[in-house]
């Protein structure tokens, strides 16, 4: 803990070790520039997802991407993309090792094809990257796993835990020395075999699962800004979320999945998956944490376990949030980029000292 009042319950103000986002989509051309600032002025650090269109698979696209990004920095913020490689049928054991030199590779993201947005390029069967997979494990290069199956005769509900026992069992076993994140768990049954698997399997947890349940799907009527994937669970789940990212279990870190989408193809009748949360991450995880009294424990999890799993050192910078309700604005960006925020016109409890 870092700040004199001691970031307990009923602290009216935080001071944290700088955070970092372990699962970030920033995307690309104007969109990168109107959101980057939000993450940049929150986090250090972020995973940088690599589903663009056409998708990040070589060293070379990520090298050329990560310019992009640091060019959209804002003037006075210090921020640090951790570039990923989106995993193809075709990658190969070569670009594994490419990535490993390069120094500012720090993960590849396996989807399943068609899973989510952009995934069309992802992977058919696991079976097929094998080789990838072993490379992998001997350059030690972390495995970040979109974890649902993609079978349409699975419930949309269910795809995580039949994820689990479809595939993921048996990757742990055959991959024992391959680091792994279950990316966004969103069940118990996701949390519970995180907690028991062995040390090399980590997950992260967004903000938006820990505070909503599928509820906020239908809340008065169709909700398209909290349809995301995996999609939003039952509260028994929710619950199962915030015990396992409150518990100090250093196997669960921070990673937001803030996924921008333009309005117009989030209100439309076929409406993509993602939520922007950036404009307030750090804060939206402290009304998650201040829900279950567990405000000492956000530190930990929002900016020591990612690093530490990572292997990357931890951020020795802090930032001070202070609990001042303010309202997120309507809309952020103008025109028909312009992007719906969570909690859009409605109140966050906490504020960032500098805002
Ligand atoms: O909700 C989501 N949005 N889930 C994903 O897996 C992808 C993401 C996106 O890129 O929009
Ligand atoms: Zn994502």
Redesign the pocket.
Known sequence: MTSPAGNAAGASRLVLIHPDDWHL?LRDGKVLASVLPDTARRFARAII?P?LQPPVTTVEQARAYRERIQAAVPPGLRFDPLMTLYLTDSTSPAEIARAKASGFVHALKY?PAG?????ENGVTDLKRISGVLAAMEIHDVPLLI?GEVTDATIDVFDREAVFIERHLERLVREFPGLRMVLE?ITTSTGAQFVTEAPGNVAATITAHHLLLNRNALFAGGLRPHH????VLKREQHRQALLAAATGGNPKFFLGT?S?P?PRHAKESDCG????YTAHAAIELYAEAFEQVEALDQLEAFASFYGADFYRLPRNIDTITLERRTWTVPEQIGVGPEAIVPFRANQPVAWQLADA
Do not use: F, K
């Open positions: 989509h997802m589903n989807y899973a989510t947005t952009n995934s979109h966004h349809y995301c994937l995996p999945d996924a989408h993509c998956a993602g939520i």
